[in-house]
């Protein structure tokens, strides 16, 4: 009796197991056909470093597209409150893109609509994924991990030209910021890059991002005007007080920008919002002044060292 009893239960078992074998087979079997046909991405993380280790690699040195062969495109982005670095690129269709993706403070999302793109932006590794733009068209960039204040604004895009049209040397510049006539448009740089903290009008947030309409002519006139200058290449940290307000946070260094864009956006918010706080003699920045500046090695709390309160 005993020993049909123990027969009996050792059936049941064995069609147990048999069952979840044949389970787990069958989810194996549906990844890799996704995987096969429907061309979902996994993410290869291919470093794991500090922040500063992974930012000072090659492929991040300038972030953007690069044509690496005919039909073999890089492409490298940066995340950080609160934007992509750059935030807007031209590739073209029908190319393999090669991505390399990092994150410069917290984590971030990079999630490409009308793709399957959905990636984490991990500081100190590497997201490396390919993919092929078959459609021309644009392909907005969001972060979807919640990373700060000001992340709803955190958005970039892909434009994606015909090959005929694509020309490697404007890879990199952010389309948006080019006006007609191909000089950079500072309004362009502005909302691309700083809107997201310092707002649309230039206000900011009381207590967290400082306003730049109405202070940044006042900037010039106290620090004097190479301030500007080091304030955008090396960023700014520690506690200044703006319309007796006081602030108290870090604004990121923008030197991944070129010298043109930064000598346009200087000059955007010294005249879109300050032009009757400007002195009659008032030039215009120019990029020369920026190029100039670069390779002093300052830091964000150097530049606060230098700032008179
Ligand atoms: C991630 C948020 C963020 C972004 C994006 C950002 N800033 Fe700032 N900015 C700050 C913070 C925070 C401060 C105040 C820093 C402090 O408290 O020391 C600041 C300060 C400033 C100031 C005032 C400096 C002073 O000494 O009073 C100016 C001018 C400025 N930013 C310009 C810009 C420009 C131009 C851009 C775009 C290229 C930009 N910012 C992008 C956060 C940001
Ligand atoms: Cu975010």
Redesign the pocket.
């Known amino acids: 009796m005993e020993h049909r009893q123990h027969e009996q239960i050792a059936k049941w078992e064995r069609r147990w197991l048999a069952l979840s074998g044949l389970m787990s087979l069958t989810f194996v079997m549906l990844i890799a056909y996704n995987l096969a046909t429907e061309g979902t991405h996994i993410a290869q993380r291919t470093a794991k470093a500090t922040p500063e280790q992974i930012l000072a690699q090659d492929v991040f040195l300038e972030p953007g597209v690069r044509q690496l062969a005919p039909g073999k495109i890089q492409l490298t982005s940066v995340g950080q409150?609160?934007?992509f670095q750059p935030a807007n690129v031209r590739v073209p269709a029908g190319a393999e893109i090669e991505f390399f993706l990092t994150a410069r403070d917290v984590l971030h999302g990079y999630q490409i609509e009308k793709t399957n793109i959905n990636v984490e932006l991990i500081p100190g590794e590497i997201s490396r994924l390919l993919y092929t733009f078959d459609e021309p068209g644009v392909y907005r960039i969001t972060c979807n991990q919640y990373c700060g204040i000001?992340h709803h604004n955190m958005i970039g895009s892909i434009t994606v030209v015909p090959a005929s049209q694509w020309n490697a040397e404007q890879a990199g510049e952010p389309v948006v910021a080019m006006a007609e006539d191909g000089t950079v448009d500072g309004a362009a740089?502005?909302a691309a890059?700083?809107q997201?903290?310092?707002q649309a009008n230039g206000m900011g947030l009381t207590g967290?991002?400082?306003p730049?309409a109405g202070?940044?002519a006042e900037?010039v006139a106290s620090q004097g005007r190479d301030y500007?200058v080091n304030?955008?290449l090396y960023g700014?940290?520690?506690?200044?007080v703006?319309n007796g307000q006081s602030?108290?946070?870090?604004?990121?260094a923008?030197n991944a920008?070129s010298d043109e864009d930064l000598a346009a956006?200087?000059n955007y918010?010294l005249t879109e919002w300050d032009a009757s706080a400007l002195p009659s003699d008032f030039m215009p920045y120019e990029a020369a002044e920026f190029t100039a500046a670069r390779g002093q090695e300052l830091t964000a709390a150097d530049v606060?060292e230098a700032?008179t309160p």
């Not at 700014?236 to 200044?240: A, F, M, N």
């Not at 602030?247 to 990121?252: A, D, K």
Request: glycine share 8%.
């Open positions: 409150a609160f934007v000001g740089v502005y890059n700083c997201s903290c310092h967290a991002f400082p730049v202070h940044s900037l500007l304030l955008l700014l940290q520690g506690e200044i703006v602030y108290n946070g870090v604004m990121p923008w920008l956006v200087t918010l606060y700032r």
